[in-house]
Antibody
Framework: EVQLVETGGGLVQPGNSLKLSCATS????????MNWIRQTPGKRLEWLAQ??????????SYLESVKGRFTISRDDSKSSVYLQMNNLKEEDTAIYYC????????WGQGVMVTVSS | DIVMTQSPSSLAVSAGETVTINCKSS????????????LAWYQQKPGQSPKLLIY???TRESGVPDRFIGSGSGTDFTLTISSVQAEDLADYYC?????????FGSGTKLEIK
């Protein structure tokens, strides 16, 4: 059974940082392209970042508006993907999901991030 | 960026009816190399994560009932749900996987009368 479990969310003040983790199992993580997507309180879905697999040199793509603030990374030995989020803003408040592929065939349950003073 | 426009934003139907949800992209999603359209559809039930229904515009994900049909090409796409059931109560989203940034439509809320 495929599982993706996000952790690391919570309440953080504007300007602070947070690192999300996504632990996976049930599929060949090392060849999977992994993504972070968020869903705002208004239910809008927004793709944030993607990291490809080793055969593609772990190529990374970002949504322009988070480039320089968010960093995606992966550890194939732990079947995990991460999202380091710096200089958080109130508009980053959302549920954050990790997903697989270019059409997102597997999703985690999501983790809530609230940015508020 | 490719903008995805979905319509309607919400609709209410009775069980057994057929539903059509539209999705229009600001640029063609048709690859000239393989003649495939890079469009996906997702279903999000209340309190759950989104679930992939359709990819490449018309390919049903494994386990998805055949009453869910994706169609269209270029910039205009449709998700048809035939003989809607109560369990189909959900939000539906389209997403282009043709170019970066990957983008979603704003969603369609399906209610069952």
């Amino acid at each position: 059974e495929v599982q993706l479990v996000e952790t690391g969310g919570g309440l953080v003040q504007p300007g602070n940082s947070l690192k999300l983790s996504c632990a996976t199992s049930g599929f060949t993580f090392s060849t999977a392209w992994m993504n972070w997507i968020r869903q705002t309180p208004g239910k809008r879905l927004e793709w944030l970042a993607q990291i490809e697999d080793k055969s593609n040199n772990y190529f990374i793509s970002y949504l322009e508006s988070v480039k320089g603030r968010f960093t995606i990374s992966r550890d194939d030995s732990k079947s995990s993907v991460y999202l380091q989020m710096n200089n958080l803003k109130e508009e980053d408040t959302a549920i954050y999901y990790c997903t697989t592929g270019n059409w997102f065939d597997y999703w985690g349950q999501g983790v809530m991030v609230t940015v508020s003073s | 960026d490719i903008v995805m426009t979905q319509s309607p934003s919400s609709l209410a139907v009775s069980a057994g009816e057929t539903v059509t949800i539209n999705c229009k992209s600001s640029q063609s999603l048709l690859s000239s190399g393989n003649q495939k359209n890079y469009l996906a559809w997702y279903q999000q039930k209340p309190g759950q994560s989104p679930k992939l229904l359709i990819y490449l515009a018309s390919t049903r994900e494994s386990g998805v009932p055949d009453r869910f049909i994706g169609s269209g090409s270029g910039t205009d796409f449709t998700l048809t749900i035939s003989s809607v059931q109560a369990e189909d109560l959900a939000d539906y989203y389209c997403q282009q996987h043709y170019s970066y940034p990957l983008t979603f439509g704003s969603g369609t809320k399906l209610e069952i009368k």
